[in-house]
């Protein structure tokens, strides 16, 4: 009976022993996956943060290279000359005064005196600015606001970008020293307004110009429509801008000018 007793307590006794080794592992193995989860999360953030960094420094090279080093003229008034379709006209903001030209002008007239100038109709192509207006002469700063109608309508792209060179070169004879802000399509960066917009940044570089891309502006769908009011430019769609949209452009325009627009704050 003993010997019976002492068997079973051995037995008991290693049982116990293996038991408690099982779990002695099975808590090492536990920290250990816990201290392995830790390093990657670690490493994750900071993958992260790197990733994010450069990213900052990515929009912060690109806005420095985006802004224009246009200086206030010394002898008179800051010219301005616009060139566009029915967004430049107004299209559909409540008033002109909440247009986006009339709100950069604003911004403008913080500094001195401005004399702003535009060409501009519902509907433009840019072939059709280069039979209906000659251009401005003695300009500061151009502003470009065409290819809407172009994508819309499906003019190729290679007879767009010959007219749009051909017409932004005819503006820069007429003014040799203007700076020039070219604005891309209105509407989302798709396969339709997409080979426009790469045209109208190639062109625009060419002059020593500063592209400006408007579709994430359009993304947010508080910048449009909605359909149905009537305004001093007659009855709103869901695409044209709308007072948001019109003043994110003239930020938009604003940010590449800071040597003509004072910095908040």
């Known amino acids: 009976?003993?010997?019976?007793?002492?068997?079973?307590?051995?037995?008991?006794?290693?049982?116990?022993?293996?038991?408690?080794?099982?779990?002695?592992?099975?808590?090492?193995?536990?920290?250990?996956?816990?201290?392995?989860?830790?390093?990657?999360?670690?490493?994750?953030?900071?993958?992260?943060?790197?990733?994010?960094?450069?990213e900052a420094a990515r929009r912060e090279e690109e806005r420095i290279s985006?802004?224009?080093?246009?200086?206030?003229?010394?002898?008179?008034?800051?010219?301005?000359?616009?060139?566009?379709?029915?967004?430049?006209?107004?299209?559909?903001?409540?008033?002109?005064?909440?247009?986006?030209?009339?709100?950069?002008?604003?911004?403008?007239?913080?500094r001195g005196e401005v004399n702003f100038i535009g060409r501009y109709f519902a509907g433009a192509r840019i072939g059709d600015m280069a039979e209906k207006f000659s251009p401005y002469s003695d300009v500061d700063l151009i502003l470009m606001q065409l290819g809407l109608n172009d994508a819309f309508k499906e003019t190729p792209t290679g007879e767009?970008?010959?007219?749009?060179?051909?017409?932004?070169?005819?503006?820069?004879a007429a003014s040799p020293d203007a700076s020039v802000l070219c604005l891309g399509v209105w509407g989302m960066n798709d396969a339709q307004n997409r080979p426009y917009n790469e045209q109208i940044g190639a062109v625009c570089s060419e002059f020593g110009g500063k592209y400006i891309d408007l579709s994430t502006t359009f993304a947010d769908m508080s910048t449009h429509g909605p359909a149905g009011n009537v305004y001093w430019q007659g009855e709103t769609d869901e695409g044209h801008p709308n007072d948001e949209g019109h003043a994110r452009i003239a930020d938009l325009i604003a940010a590449r000018l800071p040597q003509l627009i004072p910095l908040e704050g």
């Open 160 to 172: 767009f970008a010959i007219s749009y060179r051909a017409y932004l070169a005819s503006l820069k």
């Open 66 to 110: 985006g802004l224009l080093d246009t200086s206030w003229p010394e002898d008179g008034p800051l010219t301005v000359a616009l060139y566009g379709d029915s967004i430049s006209a107004g299209q559909h903001s409540v008033s002109e005064a909440s247009a986006f030209r009339s709100l950069l002008l604003g911004s403008l007239e913080t």
């Open 1 to 54: 009976m003993l010997a019976v007793t002492a068997t079973v307590a051995v037995t008991v006794s290693a049982g116990a022993v293996f038991y408690a080794q099982s779990q002695a592992d099975l808590a090492a193995r536990q920290e250990a996956a816990a201290a392995a989860e830790a390093a990657q999360y670690q490493r994750q953030v900071r993958a992260a943060a790197e990733e994010e960094a450069a």
